[in-house]
């Protein structure tokens, strides 16, 4: 890749970093002649900007791939070389994927992986294949912003099972892995990523959103899958059992006042444990 100077590749870098990037760019002599911090970062990135460069970066056929533990995090990186002016230049892109406190490195390969698949299974939550807590908190300031920009409400629904303790206590947690399972394959057929995604939050809690869904659709959709849980046989081992479950629903537009996804989850969880103190199996 070649550049007129240093500015026009610092553009290019300024779209590439995230929250989860570090960029370096060395000389011939290895000398660092700019390095990004993870924890100075910006977030307002946009994601089709870095999408697009990424992928400009990984086709270019000067590009090497390679996975590096650096600091307990498997981390993807990609080696350009870069031509400024008459000077040659290293540049490392590396993408911090999953923590090694999160990811089983044992069961996988990842000479044979390209960087989406180790994405997809860094923000993938193991039990039930849905989206995991990484995925909640890279995702939905992406989809709020989006949302106001649009000016179009933005709606969340924390969803829990009602007494999964006892359900564990009496059946083992074994069977209570299996509702979880299946209560993720019947969450997974009602959503797809055009009107919303669905997320476990941890526990038996689930998070769905929905951007662009106003307050009354989103509590439409909340009733709908309160009663589809409620009518639905679970098996576990050779019985059946049937569950209900509580749902905090939270909607808010850009006029809100609301500026992080911390104050919506709040929000939609202070729901939740009304739904639950109002006899559970409720909405809210």
Partial sequence: MIFNNLGDVLYIIHALESINTSICITNTRQEIVYQSSRKNIAHNLAANDVKRVIETLQQSQNANFKIQMIDDWITAITSVTLLIGSETY????KQF???LWHFNTECHNFDNM???????????DSLTKLYNRRYIDERLPIDMQSSFELDK????????????KKINDKNGHAAGDQILQDLALLLQKQFNKENGWVARYGGDEILICLP????KVAKRMAHRLRKTIEKTAFRIAKSEVTITCSIGV???LRDSGVTNISELMIMADKN???AKQEGRNKVV
């Fill in 250 to 252: 939270k909607t808010i």
């Fill in 153 to 164: 409400p933005i709606s969340i629904l924390f969803i829990d099972i009602d007494y999964f």
């Fill in 90 to 93: 290293l540049l490392e892109f």
């Fill in 212 to 215: 662009g869904c106003t307050n």
């Fill in 97 to 99: 994927i999953s923590s």
């Fill in 272 to 274: 939740l444990y009304q």
């Fill in 114 to 124: 390209s960087i989406h698949q180790i994405k997809e299974m860094a923000i993938t």
